[in-house]
């Protein structure tokens, strides 16, 4: 099993471009997600997904999109890039949609916007 | 006030040294989770404990419900475990399987 993988590794955008941050698992998982992770802050939830077709809101979802028409994919949308914008994005899925279950993490996508 | 405080927020010890971690949390959780991110890295679970205590290999991990904290310890420490340390509970309030992270513990260890 690859896990949970995530394109691109890095991004440089301009303010106002859009772009699209891929996840993909292939554990089967129910529950995806999608966070940022900036210095001195904790990892903060954007948009999660208990299953295809079902998506809810985080944390900090303004500027975001996302859609879960699988099971195995679930992109981030940036829809109008800022610089408020720049930071590390990690996907991670779970299993089931319980707590207590172990979350796996993609590598990461450092993304700059200038 | 965070949610999640860890303690101490950098650590630097010596090959071989016993090394404590700690995490305390203020709300009602069905879960922590203690993970692992080496630099540039991606995050990587070591350990998701609702009560008592876990080992792996020389990580050992404790909570304690009643006093809402939780301590991360590594035995005959090495280089290698160089990182940034998470601490993250399941909040029982929110939606189901919202995380809540800690800033991290940062943990250096010389040869």
């Known amino acids: 099993n690859a896990g949970v993988t995530q394109t691109p590794k890095f991004q440089v955008l301009k303010t106002g471009q859009s772009m699209t941050l891929q996840c993909a698992q292939d554990m089967n998982h129910e529950y995806m997600s999608w966070y940022r992770q900036d210095p001195g802050m904790g990892l903060r939830l954007i948009h999660y997904?208990?299953?295809?077709?079902?998506?809810d809101q985080g944390e900090v979802p303004n500027g975001y999109n996302v859609s879960r028409s699988t099971t195995e994919d679930f992109p981030l949308r940036l829809l109008s890039a800022a610089p408020s914008q720049t930071s590390v994005y990690f996907c991670a899925s779970t299993r089931g949609t319980s707590g207590a279950d172990t979350q796996y993490f993609g590598p990461g996508t450092r993304l700059t916007v200038l | 006030k965070n949610e999640v405080e860890q303690s101490p927020q950098n650590l630097t010890a010596q090959e071989g040294e016993f090394i404590t971690i700690n995490c305390s949390y203020s709300v009602g959780i069905s879960a922590l989770h203690w993970l692992q991110q080496h630099p540039g890295g991606g995050i990587v679970s070591l350990f998701m404990?609702?009560?008592g205590k876990k080992k792996h290999g020389r990580l050992i991990a404790t909570i304690n419900i009643q006093e809402k904290h939780s301590s991360l310890h590594i035995t005959a420490s090495h280089p290698r475990d160089s990182a940034v340390y998470i601490c993250?509970?399941?909040?029982?309030?929110?939606?189901?399987?919202?995380?809540?992270f800690g800033t991290g513990t940062l943990l250096a260890v010389q040869p």
């Open positions: 997904s208990v299953g295809a077709g079902i998506t």
């Open positions: 404990l609702s009560s």
């Open positions: 993250a509970v399941n909040y029982l309030g929110g939606a189901t399987n919202k995380l809540i």
